[in-house]
């Protein structure tokens, strides 16, 4: 206070004497009383800012210090009270936390995010977006310590940022590339990161980062290389079709032509060989026509999988019926003389199935066990049936497949590496698969090069409840 008369003035009274003097409110005497028994009650120095109006309109902040002075009996003796003119400080205190608080919300705004990270793995800093990348679902990461501010993510993930983390601390230089997390919950993040070593006074020696989510950059990628691994698998598939139906085709084509040559030499030459007999090259003729009808569906009902176009249409079957007629049409003698040995037990109840779907799977497993085991014993037909599942299972003593082979096996037009000149489109298999799985089945495969192969499939008894599946997909 700059007037010595008022100071003189003073002594021996208190702040509300001053607030009558100076005609001001006592609302001031009553905050600094508030305050001088708050130092007095707690036997401490108390402080407060204390903001003013000058004159001109502006504020003032003064520092008011209130400082309890005790006898050597712990009693009172007196306060000191002082006032210090902080303006100048507070005002740039203020400024700089504006300034921070304008830095922080455009942080906070960034997309990418920001990270701060001492030597000794302490959080320092971060903004939102690290929370949205890293899915953390902790309130608060700072002080936190070795990468638990991550627990979402599975220890191989953690695993690999840590290993990111010391090799920046390490070598003080910085790293950047794509990483995937790899969370709990199973789903993945891709993620573009760039981290640099940095030292500053204030925090020391620290890794700073930038990280962004590039899942969907990296989904865009993988979709494109898959769109052109599926545009060469078909340019592939379409010469390989064109190589196979050209081959398969040829033999029986020739074979028609060469009987159709030979009848028409017969019927143009009445007096030829009575043991040429017309008969036997027209049953020539049909079953090379058989045969290439039968390819014509096979290619045909492919073209149906590929297109969803298969209809699914169960009804009720007598499987011991439904498969001795199958065997009567087809299997009845093979061309080798070799029969088709079955077990079908006389009690079999009736199950749900497409006829259509399950004949090509019958004709296309035994048709390969005949065809892949020439010279070989005749192959087993077995059928098994539970209260809730059906079991067909055919066996053969033939070439087996090789151990290389068997994973590729039901893809369109593969063919194991051993069938030599054996013919077939390698679509037969392709074609069971869908099937079986159509009825909510499954496959099971067992081979071995040289001694044979058992395919066994299980179909549920009923399939009623798969009626309404029209548009059945591979």
Not at 49 to 58: A, C, L, Q, R
Not at 384 to 402: C, H
Request: aromatic share 8%; with cysteine; hydrophobic share 35%.
């Amino acid at each position: 206070m700059g007037n010595e008369e008022t100071r003189n003035w003073l002594i021996g009274k208190d702040d509300f004497d001053y607030c009558k003097l100076k005609n001001i409110d006592t609302k001031l005497a009553t905050l600094r009383r508030a305050c001088f028994n708050e130092a007095v009650h707690n036997h401490k120095p108390f402080q407060k800012v204390d903001e003013t109006k000058k004159p001109d309109g502006k504020t003032k902040y003064v520092l008011r210090i209130f400082h309890p002075i005790y006898n050597k009996q712990n009693e009172l003796s007196y306060v000191v009270g002082y006032g210090i003119d902080i303006t100048d400080q507070y005002e740039t205190a203020i400024f700089i936390e504006n300034q921070n608080l304008r830095f922080k919300k455009l942080i906070n705004e960034l997309t990418d995010g920001v990270f701060q990270i001492g030597v000794d793995g302490k959080l320092i800093f971060y903004n939102h977006a690290v929370l949205d990348i890293i899915k953390s679902d902790v309130n608060n990461l700072l002080d936190y310590f070795d990468f638990k501010i991550i627990n979402n993510l599975t220890n191989k993930s953690i695993g690999n940022l840590y290993k990111l983390f010391k090799k920046v601390a390490a070598t003080q230089t910085s790293e950047n590339g794509t990483l995937a997390l790899e969370f709990k919950d199973k789903s993945i993040k891709y993620i573009n990161y760039y981290f640099w070593f940095s030292t500053n006074p204030v925090d020391g020696d620290c890794v700073i980062g930038r990280v962004s989510d590039a899942t969907i950059q990296k989904l865009n990628e993988n979709d494109l290389k898959n769109i052109i691994h599926k545009e060469k698998e078909l340019n592939n598939l379409k010469s390989h079709f064109i190589n196979i139906t050209s081959h398969e085709l040829r033999t029986p084509l020739a074979v028609i032509m060469s009987s159709a040559e030979i009848i028409d030499m017969i019927v143009g030459k009445p007096n030829t060989d009575q043991k040429i007999k017309p008969k036997n090259y027209t049953i020539k003729i049909l079953a090379e026509v058989n045969k290439i009808t039968n390819i014509l569906n096979d290619l045909l009902i492919v073209g149906q999988i590929e297109s969803g176009k298969i209809k699914f249409k169960p009804e009720t079957v007598d499987i011991k019926e439904f498969l001795e007629k199958i065997i009567e049409e087809n299997f009845s003698t093979y061309k080798d003389g070799r029969t088709i040995e079955y077990r079908i037990e006389e009690d079999e109840r009736k199950v749900e199935l497409d006829k259509n779907l399950m004949r090509h799977v019958i004709v296309n497993l035994i048709g390969n066990a005949f065809k892949y085991s020439p010279n070989k014993r005749s192959p087993i037909l077995d059928v098994l049936q539970t209260n809730n599942e059906l079991r067909i299972s055919v066996k053969d003593f033939g070439i087996g497949i090789p151990e290389k082979d068997v994973g590729n096996l039901f893809q369109t037009f593969y063919r194991a590496s051993n069938v030599g000149n054996i013919s077939g489109t390698g679509v037969g298999l392709m074609i069971v698969e869908h099937a079986v799985h159509t009825h909510n089945g499954r496959i099971e495969l067992e081979s071995k090069e040289g001694e044979g192969t058992t395919i066994k499939i299980y179909l549920p008894i009923s399939n009623i409840n798969n009626i309404d599946n029209a548009n059945i997909k591979r």
